[in-house]
């Protein structure tokens, strides 16, 4: 820890000067990931990395492949890109689960919300409530808005306001902005709540139903479509090569080594991508 700690204030040597403009975009997305560091430090935290990467590489890959500059340069390019490259994508996919997180808890905190109202609680001790029990991010948030409220003093409308502006799901966003209205006009609270709490636990009903059955789809077609069509065509290649059949430059041997260790793992990988890709971003 205590190593971290240096290596980082030894790279803001040489990225302290960036802190002297503002960088909203990089400040933004530290803010809602909730990784505590400047802009300046990121990026020159960033920059410094790569750079260390790539002299790794610079150096094992000129032993290795014994001065060859063609692999050596590209080695060391492509080390220091992906480096550089993956800090951003870090905090990108922070922020991403971070939204996921929230939008999922949703439908549940605004239940718990709603009983708290029901009771004569008022809006801002709603909130603080919610900031010290277990749901997740929201609790999280939430704690920023008390944190600025009790101790830097502001009214609890403009640290919504700061929420409001910073948070990264738009669904929790559009009710901020109606827990800011309720607080400013102090009416329709319990309301409100019960309204919103039964909207959002149908929505989420519906996606669930909708997950399940694209996913059901999914999987008849890959049994149906992938894993039928790859053993169909290996069962081809073990009945030609029982019976002699010519199968062109390749001997069944060969194609069959292919079709078992290469293409079906390759589709398998390809399927599975499509997978993460329409799933990653699911409340569900």
Do not use: W
Request: aromatic share 12%.
């Amino acid at each position: 820890m205590k190593f971290t700690e240096r290596y980082k204030m030894f790279c803001y040597h040489f990225g302290r000067y960036i802190d002297e403009t503002p960088h909203d975009s990089v400040t933004k997305m530290l803010y809602q990931s909730d990784v505590e560091m400047t802009s300046g430090m990121f990026v020159s935290l960033a920059g410094v990395t790569a750079l260390v990467a790539g002299a790794m590489m610079f150096v094992s890959s000129t032993i290795a492949f014994r001065g060859d500059m063609a692999y050596v340069t590209a080695l060391s390019v492509f080390t220091f890109a992906i480096t550089l490259a993956g800090f951003p994508f870090v905090l990108y996919n922070k922020i991403s689960a971070k939204k996921m997180n929230i939008e999922q808890e949703l439908p549940y905190m605004l239940g718990y919300m709603s009983v708290l109202a029901s009771a004569g609680t008022s809006p801002i001790d709603v909130i603080r409530r919610i900031s010290i029990e277990e749901y997740g991010h929201i609790s999280k948030e939430f704690g920023k808005v008390i944190y600025r409220v009790d101790i830097l003093g502001e009214d609890a409308v403009t640290a919504m306001s700061d929420l409001i502006q910073n948070t990264p799901s738009e669904m929790f966003r559009a009710i901020c902005i109606d827990l800011a209205n309720i607080v400013h006009s102090g009416s329709g609270f319990r309301d409100y709540l019960e309204i919103k709490s039964r909207d959002l636990m149908t929505m989420r009903r519906l996606i669930q139903k909708e997950f399940v059955d694209s996913l059901s789809v999914y999987g008849e077609g890959y049994l149906g479509g992938v894993v039928m069509s790859v053993v169909l065509a290996v069962l081809g290649i073990v009945v030609c090569g029982a019976l002699g059949i010519d199968m062109g430059i390749f001997a069944p041997r060969d194609l069959f080594n292919v079709f078992v260790y290469f293409v079906l793992p390759f589709v398998n990988i390809i399927f599975l991508a499509m997978l993460s890709m329409k799933y990653s971003r699911s409340p569900v």
